[in-house]
């Protein structure tokens, strides 16, 4: 029963990951196709932003975004 019960609950964080990866791609194609180029204060805000709500490491967040990580 308890080997059952982890094997579930391994399956469950690795769809959650797959879900929360996807979403991610989703905000990242509306983030990028604004058209405006933006402030580097917005793009840090942005970034951030991402941190926060997704926890991301800033590695991450930046890939996502397509952003420089110097800005």
Same mark, same amino acid.
Do not use: C, W, Y
């Given at each position: /029963?308890? %080997?059952r +019960?982890?094997?579930?609950d391994?399956?469950?964080?690795? +769809?959650? %990951? /797959?879900? $929360?990866d996807?979403?991610?791609d989703? +905000? *990242? *194609?509306?983030?990028?196709?604004?058209?405006?180029?933006?402030?580097?204060?917005?793009?840090? $805000? $942005?970034?951030?932003?991402?941190?926060? %709500?997704? $926890?991301?490491?800033?590695?991450?967040?930046?890939? /996502? +975004? *397509?952003?420089?990580?110097?800005?």
């Amino acid at each position: /029963m308890a %080997k059952r +019960l982890k094997a579930l609950d391994e399956e469950t964080n690795r +769809l959650k %990951k /797959m879900v $929360a990866d996807q979403t991610l791609d989703i +905000l *990242d *194609d509306e983030v990028n196709h604004q058209g405006k180029p933006t402030p580097p204060q917005s793009r840090r $805000a $942005a970034v951030a932003t991402f941190q926060h %709500k997704f $926890a991301l490491s800033q590695r991450r967040a930046v890939r /996502m +975004l *397509d952003q420089p990580r110097s800005s």
